[in-house]
């Protein structure tokens, strides 16, 4: 059974700081591209950021208004997901999640493309 499980948000002031984790089972992590999405309350869904998988080449994208505030690291070994979050502003204010993917390049930052297995994890920013 494929799970990913996300973990680690919560309250925070702005220019504060938070690490979420997801941790998934039931597939082979390594051989999927993993991404982090969010969603606001009454907006949609939204890609926030990607770990390539290996075989295509590795690295990450990411949206650019979290670009260089957001990082993304992903433990093959231990099957984990990162989401390191500094500099953190109320418009970051969402429910995120984790998801798999197996798309091309061309459409790795495409929300159809990938596959939610979790529930998510609240992140609020504020005063």
């Known amino acids: 059974q494929v799970q990913l499980a996300e973990s680690g ?3 925070v002031q702005p220019g504060g700081s938070l690490r ?8 082979n992590f390594r051989n999927y591209h993993m991404g982090w999405f969010r969603q606001a309350p009454g907006k949609e869904r939204e890609f926030v950021g990607v770990s390539v998988r290996p075989g295509t080449g ?3 994208y990411y949206k650019q ?5 957001f990082t993304i690291s992903r433990d093959n070994a231990k099957r984990t997901l990162t989401l390191q979050m500094n500099n953190l502003k109320p418009e970051d204010t969402a429910v995120y999640y984790c998801a798999s993917s197996t798309a091309a390049l061309s459409a790795i930052w495409q929300l ?3 596959n939610f ?11």
């Open 9 to 11: 948000g919560g309250l």
């Open 20 to 27: 979420l984790t997801c941790a998934a089972s039931g597939f």
């Open 58 to 60: 590795g690295g990450t």
């Open 65 to 69: 208004s979290v670009e260089g505030r």
């Open 112 to 114: 159809q493309m990938y």
């Open 117 to 127: 297995y979790g529930q998510g994890t609240q992140v609020t920013v504020s005063s």
